[in-house]
């Protein structure tokens, strides 16, 4: 099999396990009826494995038998009982698809490859075949709605095949093409009913539902390489977890940034590879600066002037687009709602970029409306308009806090500012409160964990290191009056006199923030990282485990996940606490191992994909969901370059 970055790897096919399971039919596909001289297959008659060596012989047999010269097939599909898939693509696009006869799987393959070559359009020439063997078919009793979802329910998207069948009506529809085409069970269920004019009762009634697992593999035109897939993918050993193959992950996400970065300055939202392109009318303010942030990040590592300008671009459309000023509040505003989390982060995005002067007006109105959304007892009221979304209770404090402390410690690390303390240390307490609220412990959710641990994190290094020399006091001219003191103290953007003291000192310890910030980190591995419990070997290191509900898998999980936890790293290794900087380097090597899996890096994982430059280097939402977020990528690029400046070659290791 060929592996990620390049060297050979083995990686284990999951066949037999009776919790696999796929269903799918390609986009407006139609029902079509059973020959009547072709029998199915006798349930539960299993393929072994393919070695690597095998697949590199199916690889060379199948594309010298479509060349015309193909020859005595391979042992392994002469020996073995099944069903072969074909699909014909140039370039990602599909040209011709065929099912071979059941029975003998050198016979099916051979059928299903001339089958689908007589049905590639005049003028086309395919690049790649891509090949599932059908084998260990499995009837499932009383195909009910939750018997049939229960053989074939989202999480084996990819790994099992379907077959459906009600009157004169059968679909038989193969792993890939279901990945190929990005689709969920619901979808594909539904159209198959629609097409053969039954519903859920009527199916299990009369209709026949068997799953199958498959062996899926590429095969390129004309060298005869032959690749074996997992989930249509290739299989990301964890020992590929290394500090350059880690570099160039990083490089990869930059590439995608970078070509999603419009001219006119707007970011691209949603990427859908399935089609090869945007999703129409779909945006989230919050996303947008996240991504001008990590933009930031970038430009900051490469110092490139051009680089610079694009991104005050971006801040320039997105300020055009979304910003409102109202009376001295400035707003970022979507759909009619203003969120705390879209104002902290577009000011964050302000603030840390050069020519930070040029937007003052809006960088103060946004700061003002921050202030005006807190309370003295810390919380904040995460929406400024409608002002009645939010409550003190809502899903959304997990989220838009921590986003605006993030906000509020970069601030004091350039100002020092008292008030600015008093409210930050206020805030941390109340949420510390509540997260850990033993009486709720619902609202204890991981989602609160990254933007805090950040926050936290930098607030700790502030006070750690000495404040910056204060501004020069100008001095008095010789021979002259001292300057005149000015009317009226000068306020900060927030609107607070600058250097106000607070009546009553905060007394604080740092180590407060140590312990919070371990206590949060340490609970969310336990909860949430996924190694030796993953239902699927493609699984590995990702933060979603099923065994909990706190939302779906998502790529932008793991991303803000890395974020918080490499920060968890330093301040573990600044304060010699050796354990948890270990279990955190080790979390975040399994992490980074779940987001090589996930990302489109060529021509293989690509094999449906049309625009593959505007592809390479996304990251899947998951290994079954193929859009691309921009914060998929924005979350896992600002971690993981972390990471990067952070770990000696030495500390990549997920064992």
């Known amino acids: 099999m060929q592996a990620r970055f390049g060297e050979r790897a083995r990686w284990s096919v999951l066949i037999g396990l009776a919790t696999a399971a796929?269903?799918?039919?390609?986009?407006?596909?139609?029902?079509?009826?059973?020959a009547e001289d072709s029998k199915p297959l006798v349930d539960g008659i299993a393929l072994p494995e393919l070695s690597s060596k095998q697949a590199e012989e199916v690889g060379a047999w199948v594309a010298a038998a479509y060349a015309g010269s193909g020859g005595e097939a391979p042992a392994v599909l002469r020996e073995g009982q099944g069903s072969a898939y074909v699909a014909l693509r140039d370039r990602g696009k599909l040209l011709a698809e065929a099912w071979g006869p059941d029975g003998d799987l050198a016979n099916s393959l051979?059928?299903?490859?001339?089958?689908?070559?007589?049905?590639?359009?005049?003028?086309?020439?395919?690049?790649?075949?891509?090949?599932?063997?059908?084998?260990?078919?499995?009837?499932?009793?009383?195909?009910?709605?939750?018997?049939?979802?229960?053989?074939?329910?989202?999480?084996?998207?990819?790994?099992?095949?379907?077959?459906?069948?009600?009157?004169?009506?059968?679909?038989?529809?193969?792993?890939?093409?279901?990945?190929?085409?990005?689709?969920?069970?619901?979808?594909?269920?539904?159209?198959?009913?629609?097409?053969?004019?039954?519903?859920?009762?009527?199916f299990a009634a009369g209709g026949k539902a068997r799953v199958f697992e498959n062996q899926q593999l590429l095969v390129k035109l004309p060298s005869g390489e032959g690749i074996k897939l997992l989930r249509g993918n290739v299989y990301v050993e964890p020992r590929e977890v290394t500090q350059a193959n880690t570099q160039a992950t990083v490089d990869l996400l930059i590439g995608w940034m970078l070509t999603h970065l419009h001219e006119d300055g707007r970011m691209t939202y949603m990427w859908l590879p399935t089609i090869s392109g945007e999703k129409p009318n779909d945006n989230n303010m919050i996303r947008q600066?996240?991504?001008?942030?990590?933009?930031?990040?970038?430009?900051?590592?490469?110092?490139?002037?051009?680089?610079?300008?694009?991104?005050?671009?971006?801040?320039?459309?997105?300020?055009?687009?979304?910003?409102?000023?109202?009376?001295?509040?400035?707003?970022?505003e979507f759909q009619g709602k203003v969120k705390l989390g879209a104002v902290a982060l577009a000011a964050m995005a302000i603030v840390n970029h050069p020519e930070r002067a040029r937007w003052q007006t809006q960088e103060h109105g946004l700061r003002r409306t921050v202030n005006e959304l807190w309370s003295e007892d810390g919380s904040f009221n995460c929406f400024f308009k409608p002002r009645t979304n939010g409550g003190?209770?809502?899903?959304?404090?997990?989220?838009?806090?921590?986003?605006?402390?993030?906000?509020?410690?970069?601030?004091?690390?350039?100002?020092r500012d008292p008030e600015l303390f008093r409210r930050f240390v206020t805030s941390f307490r109340y949420y510390r409160a509540w997260h850990l609220d033993p009486s709720d412990p619902k609202r204890r959710r991981p989602s609160f964990i990254p933007w805090h641990t950040q926050a936290d994190f930098i607030l700790w290094e502030a006070l750690r290191s000495p404040p910056a020399d204060p501004p020069a006091v100008e001095p008095t001219p010789e021979g002259g009056e001292p300057p005149v003191a000015e009317a009226a103290p000068?306020?900060?953007?927030?609107?607070?006199?600058?250097?106000?003291?607070?009546?009553?000192?905060?007394?604080?310890?740092?180590?407060?923030?140590?312990?919070?910030?371990?206590?949060?980190?340490?609970?969310?591995?336990?909860?949430?990282?996924?190694?030796?419990?993953?239902?699927?070997?493609?699984?590995?290191?990702?933060?979603?485990?099923?065994?909990?509900?706190?939302?779906?898998?998502?790529?932008?999980?793991?991303?803000?996940?890395?974020?918080?936890?490499?920060?968890?790293?330093e301040m573990a290794k600044i304060v010699g606490d050796k354990p948890r900087e270990d279990r955190y380097r080790k979390a975040l090597s399994r992490a980074i191992r779940s987001v090589m899996q996930i990302q489109f890096v060529d021509d293989v994982d690509m094999y449906y994909v049309t625009d593959r430059e505007r592809t390479k280097g996304g990251l899947r939402t998951t290994v079954i969901r193929n859009e691309i977020r921009v914060d998929n990528v924005q979350h896992v690029l600002m971690g993981v370059l972390k990471v990067v400046d952070r770990f000696a070659a030495t500390d990549y290791g997920t064992d």
């Not at 069948?165 to 038989?172: A, Y």
């Not at 971006?314 to 001295?328: M, R, S, T, V």
């Not at 003190?392 to 100002?415: C, H, I």
């Open 490 to 569: 000068k306020l900060t953007p927030e609107g607070w006199p600058v250097g106000t003291t607070p009546e009553t000192p905060v007394e604080f310890a740092p180590e407060e923030l140590v312990a919070f910030v371990f206590e949060m980190n340490d609970w969310l591995i336990d909860k949430m990282e996924v190694w030796e419990e993953s239902a699927f070997d493609d699984e590995k290191g990702r933060f979603y485990s099923r065994e909990t509900d706190y939302g779906s898998a998502h790529a932008s999980s793991t991303g803000v996940y890395i974020e918080g936890i490499i920060d968890a790293y």
């Open 289 to 332: 600066w996240m991504a001008t942030n990590a933009l930031i990040k970038i430009a900051e590592r490469r110092d490139d002037p051009q680089l610079w300008a694009r991104i005050a671009k971006n801040i320039d459309y997105n300020l055009e687009h979304f910003y409102k000023q109202e009376g001295e509040f400035g707003t970022i």
């Open 22 to 34: 796929c269903l799918v039919v390609a986009p407006g596909c139609k029902t079509t009826k059973r």
């Open 392 to 415: 003190k209770n809502a899903n959304v404090q997990n989220f838009y806090p921590g986003e605006t402390l993030l906000l509020w410690a970069q601030l004091y690390r350039e100002s």
């Open 110 to 202: 051979s059928k299903a490859l001339a089958s689908a070559k007589a049905g590639v359009p005049a003028g086309a020439s395919p690049d790649t075949v891509e090949i599932d063997l059908a084998h260990s078919f499995r009837t499932v009793e009383k195909p009910s709605k939750k018997e049939l979802y229960r053989a074939a329910s989202g999480k084996r998207t990819g790994i099992r095949g379907l077959e459906l069948s009600h009157g004169e009506h059968t679909e038989r529809t193969a792993p890939t093409k279901m990945l190929a085409a990005g689709e969920g069970f619901k979808q594909v269920v539904n159209r198959f009913f629609k097409q053969a004019g039954v519903d859920h009762d009527g």
